[in-house]
């Protein structure tokens, strides 16, 4: 199971840290991934890491703003310089067979958390 937290109503140019908890338990080697869906939009990848702390992945709209990193069964994501456009629900995701390939590959995960809110006024 995934247990996604952090989000909450912040301003833009703020900062926000998510929280993601894989129990239950995990291979030896997996990945975990953040997407997010905007209201009327698709669901799109954020980023994503492998649980030996390797192959850090983000998207173009993010990068140099945001930062994963993972600890134990943990995941997190460092929002910074947040702006609207960032307003979403924020998925986590895991998946043992992920590889490096299609760690931005929404379709690749197999497990997804319940998601958390993320608004960002401006």
């Known amino acids: 199971q995934l247990q996604a937290s952090g989000g909450g109503l912040v301003q833009a140019g703020d900062s926000l840290r998510l929280s993601c908890v894989l129990s239950g338990r995990p291979a030896m080697r997996y990945a975990m991934g953040w997407f997010r869906q905007a209201p009327g939009k698709e669901r799109e990848f954020v980023a994503a890491i492998f649980s030996t702390g390797t192959a850090a992945t983000y998207a173009e709209s993010v990068k140099g703003r945001f930062t994963i990193s993972n600890a134990k069964n943990t995941v997190y994501l460092q929002m910074s310089s947040l702006r609207p456009e960032d307003t979403a629900v924020y998925y986590c995701?895991?998946?043992?067979?992920?590889?490096?390939?299609?760690?931005?590959?929404?379709?690749?995960?197999?497990?997804w958390g319940q998601g958390t809110l993320v608004t960002v006024s401006s």
């Open positions: 995701a895991s998946d043992p067979s992920v590889i490096r390939s299609n760690l931005a590959s929404r379709a690749a995960y197999s497990y």
